[in-house]
């Protein structure tokens, strides 16, 4: 088939400061935190505004728990195209500590950030709108300069993935049918570390969130109210109770206790390994532990390829953040009568959030502490496909072509997404991400993404269609 990529760049490159940037800047200008609700409806809107003036059909916003999923439909002028499913999400982080922001973090202000130069820093650019606003962009570039689109694209944008999905769930459930007859999924995200290597996933670890109380009960502590802290000579405190029944969790070297938490932990195939072994060639310790970490070591001081198998391969047991009594100004002398938690332990295959968890309750009565109460906040299983597939045999091919050397598939991504709604039953479709542009900060004040880099991303998106286009021909 025709090469069209060189067309497509010189597009991106004519169109990118003056009509690209300024759509990116627009919606990282539009709160929409999905924790509290904050600009999610006028989000959603304009996402399907823009979806509509790339001329996607059947668009509309579906509301299901909180914040409505996006849909709409990019028909192909080729007749018999197939449909590739276009994965996002226009939701994002609180910007607090406000304080801790260089700029306002809904200003879109194009800051120099070290040592990557000139760089859009809002909350959101990283993850993910920059990445979405992106694909619209290169999208049209594609369809205006062809003169038609050769795929199909059905857009599942959704505003609530910083908060479990929820509204995803149904969403699959309710097109499973349609959406199994698709190519595969493609994630949009930006996958190029601090030194500029780009990366390809095929798949994520799963996540169980939970929070621990610990209320004054039978056991004692006091189960009304706070009390003098005089009382802790004949009346025990909650805080106490919590730390150690967290005690009982992990020894003294960061080895998790609780029975069975391993047993399902699956052993890797052979195309884990090979991943593996080809990323530990690459794996650049300094960057980790200096540009991303700030840590001196890694956990049980493993070193190389052994700490990065970890990072893949271990489950985890971290507490989030804990709290009780009290934390003011000046001094205030009590017993608290709770204490919470907030705990998540991150799933590899064949980990289930479920069974995980009964495994933690059990592990407690075990040891004493059934008064203390486990409240599920997010249980999302893992997700794992296949190298083999279409679309990630494309997003492969786009990386080897970049030009950027030392790129690497992972295997298993460390981080959770809902990808299992699309790579489980009923649906099982492939599900792949990669795409350039250095950025970072996620979550956190500053959160910043390289203009280079979002330019960048415009180009390696349209080397993935590119290549998709080209696999299927081939195999047609």
Not at 260 to 274: K, R, S, W
Not at 363 to 374: F, K, N
Not at 464 to 475: A, G, M, Q, S, Y
Request: aromatic residues 10%; glycine residues 8%.
């Amino acid at each position: 088939m025709e090469n069209w990529l060189p067309k497509i760049y010189d597009e991106i490159e004519k169109r990118f400061e003056e009509e690209h940037l300024p759509k990116v800047l627009s919606l990282v200008r539009q709160p929409s935190i999905a924790g509290t609700g904050e600009g999610i409806e006028e989000c959603a809107q304009m996402v399907l505004d823009m979806l509509n003036d790339l001329g996607c059909e059947e668009g509309h916003l579906e509301h299901y728990v909180y914040s409505p999923v996006v849909s709409a439909k990019l028909k192909s002028e080729v007749e018999d195209a197939p449909t590739l499913v276009i994965y996002g999400m226009y939701d994002v982080q609180p910007p607090e500590p406000l304080e801790e922001w260089r700029v306002p973090p809904y200003e879109g202000a194009i800051i120099d950030v070290e040592p990557y130069g000139e760089c859009v820093v809002a909350r959101g650019i990283a993850n993910s709108k920059g990445p979405l606003v992106c694909f619209f962009n290169t999208v049209k570039v594609i369809k205006e300069t062809l003169g038609y689109f050769p795929l199909n694209l059905w857009f599942v944008i959704e505003g609530e993935e910083e908060m479990g999905s929820e509204s995803l769930a149904p969403f699959t459930k309710n097109h499973a049918d349609e959406l199994s007859k698709c190519l595969g999924v493609y994630l949009l995200s930006a996958r190029q570390d601090e030194n500029g290597k780009p990366f390809t996933t095929l798949g994520n670890k799963g996540i169980l969130y939970f929070e621990m109380e610990a209320r004054g009960g039978e056991w004692g502590g006091p189960q009304k109210l706070d009390i003098h802290g005089s009382n802790a000579a004949w009346v025990s405190n909650p805080i106490w109770r919590l730390v150690n029944a967290l005690d009982t969790m992990r020894d003294e070297n960061d080895h998790i206790l609780i029975e069975g938490f391993y047993d399902d932990v699956a052993p890797l195939n052979e195309m884990d390994e090979f991943y593996t072994d080809r990323m530990a060639e690459v794996f650049d310790e300094d960057m980790y532990l200096n540009k991303r970490l700030y840590t001196s070591r890694f956990l049980h001081d493993k070193r190389g390829r052994d700490a990065q198998h970890a990072l893949l391969w271990e489950p985890t047991l971290n507490i989030d953040g804990i709290w009780g009594g009290y934390t003011g100004p000046a001094t205030k002398t009590i017993v608290p009568y709770h204490a919470t938690c907030k705990v998540d332990v991150r799933l590899v295959p064949n980990m289930r959030p479920e069974e995980t968890l009964a495994k933690i309750r059990k592990h407690l009565d075990d040891h004493g502490y059934s008064d203390i109460e486990l409240i599920t906040r997010q249980g999302t299983p893992y997700s794992k496909v296949d190298a083999g597939s279409a679309i990630a045999r494309a997003c492969i091919s786009a990386m080897e072509q970049s030009g950027y050397p030392e790129n690497t598939v992972w295997p298993i991504f460390p981080g959770s997404g809902p990808a299992y709604l699309f790579t489980d039953p009923p649906v099982s479709l492939p599900l792949v991400d990669y795409s350039l542009g250095i950025s970072g900060q996620i979550h956190a004040p500053n959160e910043y993404f390289t203009v280079k880099g979002l330019k960048e991303n415009e180009m390696s998106v349209a080397a993935v269609i590119w290549n998709l286009c080209r696999i299927l021909e081939e195999e047609a």
